[in-house]
Nanobody, 126 residues
């Protein structure tokens, strides 16, 4: 069982930066796949960035070059550094983790994830 708690979301102006954190109650090293997903008002939840057990990242095209996913196994924490934010980034951001193998990070598929956080709101104003 893994409990995920996100934090770091807030209201910022376009061009600003935020760093989201996701603290896992269990051992992060047991998670084969982890990721950040977001849901904007009136839209379906979509993949933002994922990271495999070895730290290999995958990004959706819309955030590549602006966002960086990373994890600190010693702190059981997943991060999402977000730079050059735009109003299109406004959404509820969710952290996800999967401890069963196999799982795939390259496709940003979300159906495979067993554990989800409650979300943290990011609002970007123009």
């Amino acid at each position: 069982q893994v409990k995920l708690v996100e934090s770091g979301g807030e209201s910022v102006q376009a061009g600003g930066s935020l760093r989201l954190s996701c603290v896992a109650s269990g051992d992060l090293e047991n998670s084969y796949c982890m990721g950040w997903y977001r849901q904007a008002p009136g839209k379906e939840r979509e993949g933002v960035a994922t990271i495999d057990r070895d730290g290999g990242p995958t990004y959706t095209t819309a955030v590549e070059g602006r966002f960086t996913i990373s994890k600190d196994n010693a702190k059981n924490t997943l991060y999402l550094q977000m730079n050059s934010l735009t109003p299109e980034d406004t959404a509820m951001f969710y952290c996800a983790a999967e401890t069963s193998w196999p799982c795939v990070t390259k496709t940003l598929a979300q159906a495979q994830y067993t554990y989800w956080g409650q979300g943290t709101q990011v609002t970007v104003s123009s």
